[in-house]
């Protein structure tokens, strides 16, 4: 996929799941299930740290310049970057992954 298209789908995948989770949780709680309520929002925002974390980094993009793989990454200053294995093309995108929290 084209790094626009990650860079909507990191965002957009878990900012769905995370509204099913919720929903998830309050149709529990309606129905007095409190303990499945919360382990469904535990379990819920673990998967949705996890899932934007496996998301972001281990799904390839594709090069623009050789329209190889290409691997997001992080500089040390937390920005968001994608390095190409192909060719070593660096495409940098502004982004920061603060968002992420790690
Ligand atoms: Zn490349």
Redesign the pocket.
Known sequence: MSIGMHQFVRIAVPGVFLITVMVLCVVMMFKKKTVLAIAILVIGFIGYGYGGYKLTYSVPVK????????YAKKSPKGDLYYE??????IEKTGWSQSDWGD
């Open positions: 090069c623009p310049k050789c329209s190889g793989k290409a190409c294995t192909e060719c070593g093309h």
